[in-house]
Protein backbone atom coordinates (compact mmCIF):
# COMPACT_ATOMS: atom_id res chain seq x y z
CA UNK A 1 0.00 0.00 0.00
CA UNK A 2 1.98 3.34 -1.30
CA UNK A 3 1.13 6.39 0.34
CA UNK A 4 -0.78 7.65 -2.89
CA UNK A 5 -3.50 4.80 -3.00
CA UNK A 6 -6.50 4.90 -2.10
CA UNK A 7 -6.08 2.57 1.38
CA UNK A 8 -3.28 4.60 2.32
CA UNK A 9 -5.42 8.07 2.07
CA UNK A 10 -8.17 6.27 3.95
CA UNK A 11 -6.22 5.58 6.71
CA UNK A 12 -4.25 8.83 6.89
CA UNK A 13 -7.11 11.15 5.73
CA UNK A 14 -9.24 10.43 8.90
CA UNK A 15 -6.25 11.63 11.19
CA UNK A 16 -5.64 15.13 9.96
CA UNK A 17 -4.65 17.40 12.53
CA UNK A 18 -7.26 19.73 14.42
CA UNK A 19 -4.72 21.45 16.26
CA UNK A 20 -2.47 24.51 14.38
CA UNK A 21 0.69 22.94 16.87
CA UNK A 22 -0.10 19.85 14.87
CA UNK A 23 0.73 20.98 11.36
CA UNK A 24 4.27 21.01 12.13
CA UNK A 25 7.13 18.34 13.54
CA UNK A 26 10.77 19.61 14.70
CA UNK A 27 13.16 16.53 13.58
CA UNK A 28 15.99 16.22 15.39
CA UNK A 29 18.79 14.21 13.53
CA UNK A 30 21.17 13.67 16.21
CA UNK A 31 23.60 11.09 14.82
CA UNK A 32 24.97 8.07 17.65
CA UNK A 33 23.00 8.24 20.46
CA UNK A 34 23.36 6.41 24.14
CA UNK A 35 20.21 4.35 24.19
CA UNK A 36 19.48 5.81 27.85
CA UNK A 37 20.16 9.50 26.80
CA UNK A 38 17.59 9.22 23.61
CA UNK A 39 15.29 7.06 26.11
CA UNK A 40 15.22 10.03 28.76
CA UNK A 41 14.89 12.52 25.98
CA UNK A 42 11.45 11.13 24.96
CA UNK A 43 10.15 10.98 28.26
CA UNK A 44 10.92 14.60 28.55
CA UNK A 45 9.64 15.65 25.06
CA UNK A 46 6.45 13.38 25.60
CA UNK A 47 5.94 15.17 28.69
CA UNK A 48 6.65 18.92 27.31
CA UNK A 49 3.91 18.25 24.40
CA UNK A 50 1.69 16.93 27.03
CA UNK A 51 1.55 19.53 28.47
CA UNK A 52 1.12 21.78 25.43
CA UNK A 53 4.78 23.35 26.06
CA UNK A 54 6.45 21.92 23.02
CA UNK A 55 5.28 20.66 19.80
CA UNK A 56 5.59 17.36 18.16
CA UNK A 57 9.01 16.43 17.35
CA UNK A 58 10.80 13.37 15.16
CA UNK A 59 13.86 11.70 15.98
CA UNK A 60 15.89 10.44 13.38
CA UNK A 61 19.35 8.25 14.87
CA UNK A 62 21.55 5.18 15.71
CA UNK A 63 22.40 3.59 19.00
CA UNK A 64 25.72 1.84 19.78
CA UNK A 65 24.84 -1.71 20.57
CA UNK A 66 22.08 -2.75 22.81
CA UNK A 67 19.37 -5.50 23.48
CA UNK A 68 16.53 -3.94 24.38
CA UNK A 69 13.99 -5.91 26.32
CA UNK A 70 10.09 -4.30 25.82
CA UNK A 71 7.35 -4.92 28.25
CA UNK A 72 6.86 -8.03 27.06
CA UNK A 73 10.21 -9.13 26.50
CA UNK A 74 10.65 -12.61 27.95
CA UNK A 75 14.57 -13.09 28.91
CA UNK A 76 14.81 -16.24 27.62
CA UNK A 77 14.81 -14.22 24.27
CA UNK A 78 18.14 -13.82 24.88
CA UNK A 79 19.69 -16.43 24.36
CA UNK A 80 23.55 -15.40 25.44
CA UNK A 81 23.99 -14.22 29.27
CA UNK A 82 24.52 -10.78 30.28
CA UNK A 83 28.45 -11.20 30.33
CA UNK A 84 28.35 -12.70 26.77
CA UNK A 85 26.32 -10.00 25.72
CA UNK A 86 28.99 -7.70 27.33
CA UNK A 87 31.75 -9.40 25.93
CA UNK A 88 30.18 -8.59 21.81
CA UNK A 89 30.61 -4.74 23.16
CA UNK A 90 26.66 -4.31 23.72
CA UNK A 91 24.34 -4.43 26.67
CA UNK A 92 20.87 -5.17 27.73
CA UNK A 93 18.23 -2.42 28.60
CA UNK A 94 14.85 -2.48 29.99
CA UNK A 95 12.36 -0.49 27.83
CA UNK A 96 8.43 0.51 28.18
CA UNK A 97 7.79 0.25 24.62
CA UNK A 98 5.41 -2.80 23.66
CA UNK A 99 7.22 -6.15 22.14
CA UNK A 100 9.43 -8.95 23.16
CA UNK A 101 13.69 -8.47 22.43
CA UNK A 102 15.25 -6.70 19.80
CA UNK A 103 18.89 -4.73 18.37
CA UNK A 104 19.62 -1.59 18.33
CA UNK A 105 23.22 -0.48 16.79
CA UNK A 106 25.16 1.52 14.14
CA UNK A 107 23.69 1.24 10.26
CA UNK A 108 20.04 1.24 11.77
CA UNK A 109 17.32 3.65 11.33
CA UNK A 110 15.86 3.92 14.55
CA UNK A 111 12.71 6.57 14.21
CA UNK A 112 11.01 8.34 17.59
CA UNK A 113 8.25 10.04 17.01
CA UNK A 114 7.03 12.10 19.82
CA UNK A 115 3.34 12.65 18.70
CA UNK A 116 -0.11 13.78 20.15
CA UNK A 117 -1.80 10.32 18.57
CA UNK A 118 -4.84 11.16 20.63
CA UNK A 119 -5.67 14.63 18.64
CA UNK A 120 -5.56 12.63 15.61
CA UNK A 121 -7.86 10.09 16.73
CA UNK A 122 -5.91 7.53 16.80
CA UNK A 123 -5.63 4.21 18.29
CA UNK A 124 -2.50 2.03 19.13
CA UNK A 125 -2.81 -0.27 16.29
CA UNK A 126 -3.97 2.14 14.52
CA UNK A 127 -0.40 4.38 14.95
CA UNK A 128 1.15 1.04 14.76
CA UNK A 129 -0.07 0.69 11.12
CA UNK A 130 0.91 3.92 9.58
CA UNK A 131 4.07 3.65 11.14
CA UNK A 132 4.71 0.49 8.98
CA UNK A 133 2.80 2.31 6.11
CA UNK A 134 5.78 4.88 6.88
CA UNK A 135 8.54 2.48 6.76
CA UNK A 136 6.88 0.22 3.84
CA UNK A 137 6.77 3.22 1.41
CA UNK A 138 10.36 4.46 2.66
CA UNK A 139 11.44 1.26 1.16
CA UNK A 140 9.53 1.49 -1.75
CA UNK A 141 12.02 4.82 -2.55
CA UNK A 142 15.19 2.52 -1.68
CA UNK A 143 13.76 -0.48 -4.63
CA UNK A 144 12.32 -2.95 -1.67
CA UNK A 145 9.34 -4.49 -2.12
CA UNK A 146 8.23 -4.93 1.50
CA UNK A 147 4.92 -5.40 3.43
CA UNK A 148 3.18 -6.77 6.39
CA UNK A 149 2.90 -10.71 7.89
CA UNK A 150 -0.50 -10.95 9.83
CA UNK A 151 -0.04 -11.80 13.11
CA UNK A 152 3.26 -10.16 13.20
CA UNK A 153 3.91 -6.79 13.72
CA UNK A 154 7.03 -5.23 11.93
CA UNK A 155 7.49 -4.78 8.34
CA UNK A 156 8.75 -7.97 6.04
CA UNK A 157 10.66 -9.28 2.95
CA UNK A 158 8.73 -12.52 2.66
CA UNK A 159 9.87 -14.45 5.58
CA UNK A 160 13.13 -11.80 7.15
CA UNK A 161 12.02 -8.76 9.03
CA UNK A 162 13.77 -5.57 7.83
CA UNK A 163 12.02 -3.24 10.55
CA UNK A 164 10.66 -3.84 13.57
CA UNK A 165 8.18 -1.62 15.35
CA UNK A 166 7.82 -1.16 19.30
CA UNK A 167 5.79 1.85 20.28
CA UNK A 168 3.94 3.01 23.82
CA UNK A 169 1.00 5.50 24.11
CA UNK A 170 0.75 7.23 27.76
CA UNK A 171 -2.00 9.77 28.02
CA UNK A 172 -2.15 9.80 24.02
CA UNK A 173 1.29 10.88 23.31
CA UNK A 174 3.85 8.27 21.58
CA UNK A 175 7.12 7.59 22.77
CA UNK A 176 9.29 4.43 20.59
CA UNK A 177 8.78 3.91 17.28
CA UNK A 178 10.26 2.05 14.71
CA UNK A 179 14.39 0.44 13.34
CA UNK A 180 14.99 -0.41 9.79
CA UNK A 181 17.93 -1.83 9.08
CA UNK A 182 19.73 -0.34 6.71
CA UNK A 183 23.47 -1.53 6.59
CA UNK A 184 23.16 -2.87 10.49
CA UNK A 185 25.66 -6.28 10.93
CA UNK A 186 22.96 -8.94 11.33
CA UNK A 187 25.44 -11.39 13.31
CA UNK A 188 24.40 -8.89 16.56
CA UNK A 189 20.31 -10.70 16.05
CA UNK A 190 22.56 -13.97 16.89
CA UNK A 191 22.33 -13.11 20.23
CA UNK A 192 18.77 -13.03 20.72
CA UNK A 193 15.16 -14.63 19.73
CA UNK A 194 14.82 -11.33 17.99
CA UNK A 195 10.95 -9.66 18.78
CA UNK A 196 10.82 -13.46 20.26
CA UNK A 197 9.73 -14.88 16.46
CA UNK A 198 11.75 -18.31 16.77
CA UNK A 199 11.20 -19.02 13.32
CA UNK A 200 12.09 -15.68 11.33
CA UNK A 201 15.00 -14.55 10.38
CA UNK A 202 16.55 -10.16 10.09
CA UNK A 203 17.56 -8.94 6.96
CA UNK A 204 18.36 -5.36 6.09
CA UNK A 205 18.37 -3.20 2.91
CA UNK A 206 22.13 -3.64 1.83
CA UNK A 207 21.52 -7.47 1.92
CA UNK A 208 18.55 -7.49 0.13
CA UNK A 209 20.08 -5.13 -2.37
CA UNK A 210 23.52 -6.51 -2.20
CA UNK A 211 25.01 -2.83 -2.46
CA UNK A 212 25.78 -0.63 0.18
CA UNK A 213 22.70 2.37 0.59
CA UNK A 214 23.49 6.06 1.86
CA UNK A 215 22.10 6.04 5.32
CA UNK A 216 21.16 9.46 4.91
CA UNK A 217 19.09 8.93 1.51
CA UNK A 218 16.82 6.35 3.69
CA UNK A 219 16.46 8.87 6.44
CA UNK A 220 15.30 11.63 3.55
CA UNK A 221 12.97 9.21 1.93
CA UNK A 222 10.98 8.34 5.54
CA UNK A 223 10.83 11.80 6.24
CA UNK A 224 8.88 12.45 3.26
CA UNK A 225 7.08 9.48 3.86
CA UNK A 226 6.36 10.09 7.80
CA UNK A 227 5.12 13.96 6.59
CA UNK A 228 2.80 12.86 3.94
CA UNK A 229 1.14 10.43 5.91
CA UNK A 230 0.91 12.28 8.92
CA UNK A 231 0.33 15.77 7.22
CA UNK A 232 3.28 17.53 9.04
CA UNK A 233 5.81 19.83 7.75
CA UNK A 234 8.95 18.94 9.43
CA UNK A 235 10.97 21.65 10.56
CA UNK A 236 15.07 20.74 11.35
CA UNK A 237 16.46 21.63 14.78
CA UNK A 238 19.41 21.62 16.50
CA UNK A 239 20.15 17.95 18.03
CA UNK A 240 22.04 18.71 21.41
CA UNK A 241 19.17 17.99 23.67
CA UNK A 242 18.77 14.91 22.37
CA UNK A 243 22.18 13.53 23.56
CA UNK A 244 21.47 15.27 26.97
CA UNK A 245 18.27 13.32 27.66
CA UNK A 246 16.75 16.93 27.61
CA UNK A 247 13.45 18.11 25.69
Known sequence: MRAGTPEAADLA?????????????????????PYEAAFAWQQARADAV??????????????????????????????????AIEARGASIVQ??????????????????????????????????RLLEQVVIDTLADCEVEAGRVAGRPGVWVRDAKVAAVGVRV????ST???AIN?????????????????????????ALRGVAV???AVEDAFVEAFALLFHLQPIEEATAAIAAGAR
Open 176 to 178: HGV
Open 95 to 128: SDRGGDVTFHGPGQLVAYPILDVRARELRPASYV
Open 13 to 33: SAHTARMSYLDRIELHRPGLV
Open 182 to 206: VSTDLGWFDAIVPCGIADASVTSIT
Open 50 to 83: RGGVACEALALLQHPPVYTLGMRGRRDSVLESEA
Open 214 to 216: SHR
Open 170 to 173: RDGI
